[in-house]
């Protein structure tokens, strides 16, 4: 298994650009979650995603920030414009939504760590 | 809703002592119950889970944890400790209800083995 697959592992920006990050979850997953780590505020749920639909995206900062699942193999994250609190390693996790013993395990990739400079 | 409460933010010990991190949570309806582990610049991994069953659950790396429902506590205990521990643990707690698959994350343990 290749595990959930991120790119890119750093990003590094300047304030008011446009930036995209990636998520490959594990192929036969059917839900996604973006979180966002920063030493301030911990482990933060921003969005997910059951069957490439959102169903929870209450945890989005604000309007810069747009989550998108077009198909069941890929994510993407996006900031515009990026702001230097934006900072933080944002983590995709996947797992699949099933009764039974898989229920609710996430699994999580490598995280892409942004600076907004 | 359900949240997750864990007491100590750091965690000292020295190797080969044992340890104990704690975790409370609080829900209306069942859960299930989890400890992750981040080691530095790396996501997060499985340590165990509790889903039914036996109470008392054991994950990778000699870790285990017991689920006592009474006191709404899931603590994570290891009978000695490696430097190799050091690390960041996550407790999450999440429903049993259908469809309802999200995770919620307390603020971590940071664990430091002292050589």
């Known amino acids: 298994d290749a595990g959930v697959i991120q790119s890119p592992r750093h990003e590094v920006t300047e304030m008011g650009q446009e930036v995209t990050l990636r998520c490959k979850p594990i192929s036969g997953h059917n839900s996604l979650f973006w979180y966002r780590q920063t030493m301030m505020r911990g482990l933060e749920l921003l969005i997910y995603?059951?069957?490439?639909?959102?169903?929870?995206d209450s945890g989005m900062p604000e309007d810069r920030f747009s989550a998108k699942m077009p198909n069941a193999s890929f994510s993407t994250l996006k900031i515009q414009p990026s702001e230097p609190r934006d900072s933080a390693v944002y983590f995709c996790?996947?797992?699949?939504?099933?009764?039974?013993?898989?229920?609710?395990?996430?699994?999580f990739g490598a995280g892409t760590r942004l600076s907004v400079l | 809703a359900q949240s997750v409460t864990q007491l100590d933010s750091q965690v000292p010990v020295f190797e080969e002592a044992p340890v104990e991190l704690r975790c409370n949570y609080s829900s209306s309806v069942s859960v299930y119950l989890f400890w992750y582990v981040q080691y530095p610049n790396q996501g997060l991994q499985l340590l165990l889970k509790?889903?039914?069953?036996?109470?008392l659950v054991k994950g990778i790396n000699g870790f285990e944890a017991e689920f006592n429902k009474s006191q709404t506590s899931f603590h994570l205990r290891k009978p000695s400790v490696h430097i190799s521990d050091t690390a960041e643990y996550f407790c999450a707690v999440s429903s049993l209800q259908t469809g309802a698959n999200n995770l919620f994350f307390g603020t971590g343990t940071r664990l430091t083995v002292i050589p």
């Open positions: 509790y889903l039914s069953g036996s109470t």
């Open positions: 995603f059951n069957n490439n639909v959102p169903i929870d």
């Open positions: 996790a996947s797992s699949l939504a099933r009764q039974g013993v898989a229920k609710n395990i996430q699994y």
